[in-house]
């Protein structure tokens, strides 16, 4: 049965100007129809976005923003980006449609391809990815299912900045989450980041799955793969495919390499070193028939076989690109839509001739007929009488007083309500309930949802207020308490905001942050009280503003017992004034009695002494090694970690 029959889409006009076709495919974050674009009568692919993510204005923002970027590529290998924007709940971007398969369908159905093919593939793909690294866009998302194969053969590479994780709305699968994480690049898995070499490492493992059959790569769970991706080089073709020559080895292991700096710039430089590398194969090395391969035939890439590949319109073959447009008899619309009439019942007496076999009908039955026939009727005039119908007009975008206006010469009543919309005009409808071209009684109510213009709000003024009570007035307002950052002011008190980003009076989108600096209080160097009388000690630093800790627990210090053997922070440092200084308090020296090391050689000497725990510091007579006095002398005290001198001779 065809899914297309069941998707509310299908028939819509988007934007009074998109005809929504057919149904091309389902992704976790949008799908894709065939459409019309009836302004300028072309045929283009429309994907629309997930209710359950149209509702996020973050990830709508970054939506708008990305599909803005990838519209800047014009390139030849790029699937082009034509339009962007929403139809009430509907968030949508029209794009080029490509009439193909991917490169997914491709290594499906045949396998692991020849390197000329291979090659053939993956060069036009670098073409489009180097305008986009030249462009400042990296497209993180780069695998077979993005890469379009038009059944004239040209290669394309769709969802330029637009694919990111998407959270649990998204709905995706292990199976689809394999799919992906077979690309990343390790500082992706690791880090977070992408640049141009992400999208370089990608290619490398898509040549390699391209020349083999098979991914680097593989696991039950997307933790074993990502593991190995980490902690695994990615394999040499020629392992599984001994036909692949070794300059197609040294590309993938460049591509692929697991540092991004071993990887070359950016897909300009890597297509020029594809270009060289093809150079010096062979031709046998490049019509290899790799054994991975499914009754590969050597038909042209793109050609007849991979028109087929995805000539069936399943979902479950790529949910990224356009579908082309089936034809005949196989067109799914028309499969299901006629049904042949049931076998005639035979005659009772094996419908013989003479009317023998037929009954005349009784009178009992001719009066039952009447009687249901009357009630029919009756049914069908109060419906006409009571039950009469209309559609609703379709006056989206149109002024309020105008929309007003045709609805009532429909002779249906009017009721205004408002709502904010980013796109459409302030006074102008952007909804109606019901909605243009549903049925509705004559004398009902249509409600016109009127724009009130995009949403904004300002930043409120929280400066001099207390942190707290300056996040409660952001969130009153709709806005997000950002980074708060502290600093240091003579004028505001500690803990209360200084300024805002961005400043008040700002007008923003609801939800946005903003950031938020706090004073630390007003600057306070920390005076040197090491070496003072504890009391003394906490005198000073309370006259500078500071509060005081003193620890508990005394250490031995060459400070004399009871005076301040340590500070934290040190003097010089500068504080916040109401900050704590921590103080430990010296016990006195560790007073240790001296070892006597007289008539010992220098070498014994030193390990006795220092092994006490004393420094030790020799003097020399002529050349001797033997001790003949030391200070202090042997069975005196001394503070632990003090300077012994001995003389030798």
């Given at each position: 049965?065809?899914?297309?029959?069941?998707?509310?889409?299908?028939g819509?006009?988007?934007?009074?100007?998109?005809?929504?076709?057919?149904?091309?495919?389902v992704?976790?974050?949008?799908?894709?129809?065939?459409?019309?674009?009836?302004?300028?009568?072309?045929?283009?692919?429309?994907?629309?976005?997930?209710?359950?993510?149209?509702?996020?204005?973050?990830?709508?923002?970054?939506?708008?923003?990305?599909?803005?970027?990838?519209?800047?590529?014009?390139?030849?290998?790029?699937?082009?980006?034509?339009?962007?924007?929403?139809?009430?709940?509907?968030?949508?971007?029209?794009?080029?449609?490509?009439a193909?398969?991917?490169?997914?369908?491709?290594?499906?159905?045949?396998?692991?391809?020849?390197?000329?093919?291979?090659?053939?593939?993956?060069?036009?793909?670098?073409?489009?990815l180097g305008?986009?690294?030249?462009?400042?866009?990296?497209?993180?998302?780069?695998?077979?299912?993005?890469?379009?194969?038009?059944?004239?053969?040209?290669?394309?590479?769709?969802?330029?900045?637009?694919?990111?994780?998407?959270?649990?709305?998204?709905?995706?699968?292990?199976?689809?989450?394999?799919?992906?994480?077979?690309?990343?690049?390790?500082?992706?898995?690791?880090?977070?980041?992408?640049?141009?070499?992400?999208?370089?490492?990608?290619?490398?493992?898509?040549?390699?799955?391209?020349?083999?059959?098979?991914?680097?790569?593989?696991?039950?769970?997307?933790?074993?793969?990502?593991?190995?991706?980490?902690?695994?080089?990615?394999?040499?073709?020629?392992?599984?495919?001994?036909?692949?020559?070794?300059p197609?080895?040294?590309?993938?292991?460049?591509?692929?390499a697991?540092?991004?700096?071993?990887?070359?710039?950016?897909?300009?430089?890597?297509?020029?070193?594809?270009?060289?590398?093809?150079?010096?194969?062979?031709?046998?090395?490049?019509?290899?028939?790799?054994?991975?391969?499914k009754?590969?035939?050597?038909?042209?890439?793109?050609?007849?076989?991979?028109?087929?590949?995805?000539?069936?319109?399943?979902?479950?073959?790529?949910?990224?690109?356009?579908?082309?447009?089936?034809?005949?008899?196989?067109?799914?619309?028309?499969?299901?839509?006629?049904?042949?009439?049931?076998?005639?019942?035979?005659?009772?007496?094996?419908?013989?001739?003479?009317?023998?076999?037929?009954?005349?009908?009784?009178?009992?039955?001719l009066?039952?007929?009447?009687?249901?026939?009357?009630?029919?009727?009756?049914?069908?005039?109060?419906?006409?009488?009571?039950?009469?119908?209309?559609?609703?007009?379709?006056?989206?975008?149109?002024?309020?007083a105008?929309?007003?206006?045709?609805v009532?010469?429909?002779?249906l009543?009017?009721?205004?309500?408002?709502?904010?919309?980013?796109?459409?005009?302030?006074?102008?409808?952007?909804?109606?309930?019901?909605?243009?071209?549903?049925?509705?009684?004559?004398?009902?109510?249509?409600?016109?949802?009127v724009?009130?213009?995009?949403?904004?709000?300002?930043?409120?003024?929280?400066?001099?207020?207390?942190?707290?009570?300056?996040?409660?007035?952001?969130?009153?307002?709709?806005?997000?308490?950002?980074?708060?950052?502290?600093?240091?002011?003579?004028?505001?008190?500690?803990?209360?905001?200084?300024?805002?980003?961005?400043?008040?009076?700002?007008?923003?989108?609801?939800?946005?942050?903003?950031?938020?600096?706090?004073?630390?209080?007003?600057?306070?160097?920390?005076?040197?009280?090491?070496?003072d009388?504890?009391?003394?000690?906490?005198?000073?630093?309370?006259?500078?503003?500071?509060?005081?800790?003193?620890?508990?627990?005394?250490?031995?210090?060459?400070?004399?017992?009871?005076?301040?053997?340590?500070?934290?922070?040190?003097?010089?440092?500068?504080?916040?004034?109401?900050?704590?200084?921590?103080?430990?308090?010296?016990?006195?020296?560790?007073?240790?009695?001296?070892?006597?090391?007289?008539?010992?050689?220098?070498?014994?000497?030193?390990?006795?002494?220092?092994?006490?725990g004393?420094?030790?510091?020799?003097?020399?007579?002529?050349?001797?090694?033997?001790?003949?006095n030391?200070?202090?002398?042997?069975?005196?005290?001394?503070?632990?970690g003090?300077?012994?001198?001995?003389?030798?001779?």
């Amino acid at each position: 049965m065809d899914t297309t029959l069941k998707d509310p889409m299908v028939g819509r006009v988007l934007d009074r100007r998109y005809r929504v076709d057919a149904r091309i495919a389902v992704g976790g974050m949008a799908t894709v129809y065939r459409a019309m674009d009836t302004r300028l009568d072309r045929v283009l692919a429309l994907k629309v976005m997930h209710p359950s993510l149209s509702t996020d204005e973050a990830f709508v923002g970054r939506f708008i923003r990305e599909a803005k970027s990838a519209a800047r590529l014009s390139h030849t290998n790029v699937v082009g980006v034509y339009d962007q924007g929403t139809d009430g709940t509907y968030v949508y971007l029209a794009m080029e449609y490509v009439a193909g398969c991917t490169l997914r369908d491709v290594l499906r159905d045949r396998g692991a391809l020849q390197p000329r093919a291979a090659l053939d593939i993956v060069e036009p793909v670098l073409a489009a990815l180097g305008a986009a690294h030249r462009a400042g866009l990296v497209h993180r998302d780069v695998k077979p299912e993005n890469v379009l194969i038009g059944d004239d053969g040209r290669v394309k590479v769709a969802d330029f900045g637009l694919v990111r994780a998407v959270d649990s709305q998204s709905g995706v699968t292990t199976d689809s989450i394999l799919g992906t994480v077979s690309y990343l690049a390790p500082e992706q898995i690791e880090h977070g980041t992408a640049d141009t070499r992400a999208d370089l490492y990608a290619c490398g493992v898509m040549l390699h799955e391209m020349l083999t059959g098979a991914k680097p790569h593989s696991g039950g769970t997307p933790a074993q793969v990502l593991y190995q991706h980490l902690h695994e080089d990615v394999p040499a073709p020629s392992a599984l495919a001994p036909g692949v020559g070794q300059p197609l080895d040294a590309l993938v292991a460049r591509a692929a390499a697991r540092h991004p700096e071993q990887r070359p710039a950016d897909a300009v430089a890597l297509l020029s070193e594809t270009r060289a590398a093809r150079g010096l194969l062979t031709e046998a090395e490049l019509d290899a028939v790799p054994p991975a391969a499914k009754g590969a035939t050597g038909s042209p890439v793109g050609g007849p076989e991979a028109g087929a590949a995805g000539a069936d319109g399943g979902e479950a073959r790529t949910s990224v690109i356009p579908r082309p447009v089936l034809s005949g008899a196989t067109e799914p619309l028309n499969a299901t839509t006629r049904l042949a009439p049931p076998p005639r019942a035979p005659e009772p007496g094996g419908g013989g001739g003479g009317g023998r076999g037929r009954r005349r009908p009784r009178p009992w039955m001719l009066l039952s007929g009447a009687a249901l026939l009357l009630v029919l009727l009756g049914v069908g005039i109060w419906y006409i009488n009571s039950g009469q119908f209309t559609k609703t007009p379709a006056v989206l975008d149109k002024p309020q007083a105008e929309a007003a206006k045709v609805v009532e010469d429909a002779g249906l009543d009017v009721r205004v309500t408002r709502d904010y919309s980013q796109r459409v005009k302030r006074g102008r409808v952007i909804d109606t309930k019901p909605e243009p071209g549903e049925r509705i009684r004559h004398t009902g109510t249509v409600t016109l949802v009127v724009s009130r213009g995009p949403e904004i709000v300002k930043v409120p003024d929280v400066k001099r207020r207390p942190l707290a009570k300056a996040r409660e007035a952001l969130k009153g307002a709709g806005l997000e308490p950002g980074v708060v950052k502290r600093r240091f002011s003579e004028d505001v008190p500690s803990g209360s905001v200084i300024t805002t980003d961005p400043t008040p009076g700002t007008e923003r989108s609801p939800g946005s942050a903003v950031a938020l600096s706090v004073s630390k209080g007003a600057p306070v160097e920390v005076p040197d009280v090491v070496g003072d009388d504890e009391g003394a000690a906490r005198d000073e630093l309370r006259d500078a503003g500071l509060k005081v800790k003193v620890r508990g627990k005394r250490v031995f210090s060459k400070e004399d017992e009871g005076t301040v053997a340590r500070q934290s922070p040190a003097d010089g440092a500068v504080a916040a004034e109401g900050d704590t200084v921590t103080l430990t308090v010296s016990k006195g020296p560790d007073m240790v009695e001296v070892p006597d090391v007289e008539d010992k050689s220098e070498d014994e000497a030193r390990r006795t002494l220092e092994g006490a725990g004393f420094k030790v510091k020799a003097r020399r007579i002529f050349f001797g090694d033997t001790v003949f006095n030391q200070s202090p002398g042997g069975g005196d005290e001394a503070p632990r970690g003090s300077e012994i001198t001995v003389w030798l001779r």
